[in-house]
């Protein structure tokens, strides 16, 4: 399907090549080609673009540790963090070794814990297809909140249910396994590849992406390695560790993310630097283009490109 997906405007318009993002725009906003709506997206972005050419001209790898206001170092964490999050939420400890714990620490028996497995595969499918009709209407903020406190209740209930030993408290941990998968898919499955996306700046996003990723591997090693380990030592008391670990979550979140969710990648550049510049006391240099001076600013440097296209 890649070879029939459009390129990003963004991306057409640092190649100088504004007519085909002029008709990528119209496309995502599905309005027609002249309408006002489309100069403006249009607009904004090339205001943004020569914003960031300007600042790429001045500044180095270095510049990435500064405490400036598009905030770049702060985005790469956050963005990280969503996977680091995912990792250490648990998914991997359940999703790897499934079978085994239902051998192991519930005592069944080596086809029931397949069919289960099973199951709960097609459970973590099915909730996962759910996330895609409002990933973007309840957004990805609230989603990394809710869908961690509910893991956290999950893997509580997991650790209460094997601790107490029981044919019935078995069954509760195994409930409350499926449930951990259907609130996963339903939130964490999807923010954690979206956010690093969204969040980072233009000149960053390719780094942030490989940052993120890379997090995202480094921790599932840790935890796959762990996890027969410490099952074996400490039993359902392992679980205990995964549900603290998504509760603890829950602050980092509600303090330090940022809602991506209905804005475009400019304007994600200016929540950042409003936050930077309430921080500091100063006034911020919107980068929307609202003066007719910049508006005829903005126009010069199209007319530029256009040139260039033809």
Known sequence: MVPFLPESPRWLITKRKSSESRKVIARLLEMPLDSDE???????ILAHVRHEEALKAETTWRDLFKNDELQNLKRIILGAGT????QFGGINVIL???????????????TMSLILTGCNTINLFLATFAATFYVDTF????????????QG???????????VG???SQILSISFIFLYYTCFGMTNCTTAWVYPAEVNSQRYRNLGAAVATATNWISNYIVVLITPIGISNIAWRFYIIFAVFNFSFLPLIYLFYVETARFTLEEIDEIFEEQY???????????????????????IVENKFEAVDA
Do not use: W
């Open 83 to 86: 996977q680091y999050f995912q």
């Open 166 to 168: 029981t044919k019935k």
């Open 38 to 44: 489309v100069a403006r997206v249009e607009m904004d």
């Open 139 to 150: 957004g990805r903020k609230k989603m990394m909140f809710y869908g961690y406190l509910a």
């Open 277 to 299: 510049h309430k921080r500091k006391g100063t006034t911020s240099l919107r980068r929307a283009v609202e003066s007719p001076a910049e508006k005829e600013d903005v126009k």
């Open 153 to 163: 209740i999950c893997y509580t209930m997991v650790a209460i249910g094997l601790g």
């Open 96 to 110: 790897y070794y499934l079978p085994v714990l239902f051998q192991n620490s519930i005592g069944l028996s080596d």
